[in-house]
């Protein structure tokens, strides 16, 4: 099920927003700005959970990123907000602080964890934690991935609600969320699809369908800095294999309607895995990278 909600006018805050969706077990469409009229296109955010969580701070970076391109080019706004499971429960919990902070050590690269990678038992105490504490973590992880790819099965649903051509942002599973439900959705209800750190392999991503049902450029923007997605994501997914947000798409996948762009030093900075929401205006407003949003104004 989902509901609407008006993150315009009342002040909603992140906490409030995962409460009652916890509380509900539904999805939430969150009105962030408005446009001058119904025919002007939808910026639709789609989180994560592995930086987003209850952080009121981050999602308002978010937000705020989002709301300035909406405001520029004349769009809606939406953040598009997804129960994770037992995320909710776990995610603030030691089992998935210690296997996050084990995974994010400098120490640790894969050259050092590749021996032990898909062997849980190995694998534990070379993270320098618990077995338990790393099924955990590997199980909140499991069922966040199957509850997105939900979410992109259900896109006509939430398409629905909005009634407008969307153009979708998507960060780490939300950047999962808005490429898969690109190949699911009807000839051109998408205008365009960015990927901020897409937590899905490319064999998991149909492509030929994206480039069938996305009007103009879909992007995925990656990082070999993202030590989350190099380390974690193979761990959750008991895979030798890195994710898109990591490589980017192999040349063969790649077309002129289907592109990687690869960040991992925007400017002065390393682009890691939390990093993209400082990014997010200037990324989707740089006409160097790719076909820009700016034919809608």
């Given at each position: 099920m989902w509901q609407v909600m008006d993150g315009v006018s009342t002040g909603l805050t992140t906490r409030s927003i995962f409460d009652s969706i916890k509380r509900t077990k539904n999805s939430a469409l969150v009105h962030w700005a408005e446009s001058s009229g119904s025919d002007r296109p939808a910026l639709v955010f789609v989180p994560g959970f592995l930086s987003e969580n209850f952080d009121d701070d981050k999602m308002e970076d978010w937000k705020s990123g989002i709301v300035e391109v909406a405001e520029r080019y004349d769009f809606e706004a939406y953040g598009l907000f997804w129960p994770s499971g037992t995320v909710w429960d776990l995610l603030m919990g030691t089992s998935w602080n210690r296997t996050m902070a084990a995974c994010a050590a400098p120490r640790l690269g894969m050259g050092l964890l590749a021996p032990v990678l898909l062997n849980p038992l190995l694998l534990a105490p070379a993270l320098g934690i618990g077995l338990p504490s790393l099924w955990n973590a590997m199980d909140v992880w499991k069922k966040a991935v199957a509850n997105a790819d939900e979410v992109s099965k259900d896109i006509h649903q939430w398409l629905g609600l909005i009634n407008r051509p969307v153009i979708l942002v998507g960060h780490s599973l939300g950047g999962r969320i808005v490429l898969k439900a690109?190949?699911?959705?009807?000839?051109?209800?998408?205008?365009?699809?960015?990927?901020?750190?897409p937590a899905v392999q490319e064999e998991d991503c149909n492509f030929n369908k994206i480039r069938a049902h996305v009007e103009e450029k879909s992007t995925i923007f990656y990082s070999q800095n993202d030590t989350t997605l190099n380390v974690w994501y193979?761990?959750?997914?008991?895979?030798?294999?890195?994710?898109?947000?990591?490589?980017?798409?192999?040349?063969k996948k790649s077309s002129?309607?289907?592109?990687?762009?690869?960040?991992?030093?925007?400017?002065?900075?390393?682009?890691?895995?939390?990093?993209?929401?400082?990014?997010?205006?200037?990324?989707?407003n740089d006409r160097r990278l790719h076909t820009t949003i700016d034919e809608w104004e």
């Open positions: 690109s190949a699911n959705a009807r000839r051109y209800n998408v205008l365009q699809t960015y990927a901020f750190a193979r761990i959750g997914e008991m895979t030798w294999t890195p994710p898109l947000g990591y490589t980017g798409i192999t040349q002129s309607k289907v592109q990687s762009l690869d960040v991992s030093n925007w400017g002065d900075s390393t682009m890691k895995h939390d990093n993209y929401r400082y990014f997010v205006s200037e990324l989707l």
